[in-house]
Nanobody, 115 residues
Framework: QVQLVESGGGLVQAGGSLRISCLAS????????MAWYRQTPGKQREFLAD???????NYADSIRGRFTISRDGAAKTMFLQMSSLRPEDTATYFC?????????WGQGTQVTVSS
C-alpha cells in the first residue's frame, strides 16, 4: 500500500518562508497526480496546488504567486515552497496522491505563521 509522510512544518514569522515535503513509499511517477491541501479546525480541506506526471501544475487563487509545487523523482518527494507567509496560512498541510480513482493521504504537517 502507498504511504505518504509530510514533514517540514513549524512556526514562522509573517513574511517568512518555509519548505514542506511529502515523502512517498513508491515511485512518484506511478501516480497520475499529486497535490497539496490544507485544513484548519472546523473548516473543509482546501486545495492548494497539484502536479501531474507530465509536470503540468495548477494553483489555487489563494496561494498563486506565493507557493510553488515541485518534485524530485529520485528522492520520491514532492515539495511545497511557501513564501510571503501570512497568519491566515496557518493550517495543517496534507499531501495527496492519485492513481486513477484511488486516493492516498498523508497525516499532515502543521504550519503556524505568527503575526
Amino acid at each position: 500500500q502507498v504511504q505518504l509522510v509530510e514533514s517540514g512544518g513549524g512556526l514562522v514569522q509573517a513574511g517568512g518562508s518555509l519548505r514542506i515535503s511529502c515523502l512517498a513509499s513508491t515511485n512518484i511517477f506511478d501516480f497520475n497526480r499529486m497535490a497539496w491541501y490544507r485544513q484548519t479546525p472546523g473548516k473543509q480541506r482546501e486545495f492548494l496546488a497539484d502536479i501531474n506526471v507530465g509536470g503540468v501544475t495548477n494553483y489555487a487563487d489563494s496561494i498563486r504567486g506565493r507557493f510553488t509545487i515541485s518534485r524530485d523523482g529520485a528522492a520520491k518527494t514532492m515539495f511545497l515552497q511557501m513564501s510571503s507567509l501570512r497568519p491566515e496560512d496557518t493550517a495543517t498541510y496534507f499531501c495527496k496522491a492519485m492513481i486513477l480513482r484511488r486516493e492516498f493521504w498523508g497525516q499532515g504537517t502543521q504550519v503556524t505563521v505568527s503575526s
